[in-house]
């Protein structure tokens, strides 16, 4: 990483919109949420909070039901996808934590919460498909 710049500093977007059907302009605003609310679960998780990190994913995977165009259906599903896989990674990371010879108290509200949430998301992707 060039210019001393730290990761939480970075905002990359996570989703980028290739090739659309209608040229993106049913879901740029839309997208600009999605990838900050992505861009603060990311900085959220480096700084080891992860109750807003799973929060601010949440949020996104809510932006994502709001695209509800013809156009749009594919790529809201790719959102979502990428969405829930942060979620599990999260989830995995969490259980890790919580479980075992190492577990730490600390991280069981968060664990909790990434299973529901996960739960939910999950719930809402077979729903829509």
């Not at 059907?21 to 999605?34: F, P, T």
């Not at 929060?55 to 749009?72: Q, Y």
């Not at 259980?95 to 730490?104: A, D, E, Q, R, W």
């Amino acid at each position: 990483m060039g210019n001393n710049q730290h990761p939480s500093n970075i905002r990359d977007n996570k989703i980028e919109l290739l090739v659309c059907k209608s040229g993106a302009e049913n879901c740029k605003e839309h997208l600009l949420i999605i990838n900050q609310c992505y861009s603060d679960a990311n900085t959220f998780h480096l700084e080891k909070d992860y109750l807003n990190s799973i929060e601010s994913l949440r949020n996104a995977f809510l932006m994502t039901c709001d695209l509800r165009h013809d156009s749009c259906v594919e790529c809201a599903n790719l959102f979502r996808t990428t969405i829930a896989d942060s979620l599990e990674n999260i989830n995995r990371e969490l259980h890790i934590l919580t479980k075992g010879m190492i577990k730490k108290k600390r991280y069981i509200k968060s664990y909790k919460k990434s299973c529901a949430v996960l739960d939910d998301v999950k719930r809402e992707i077979k729903k829509i498909s």
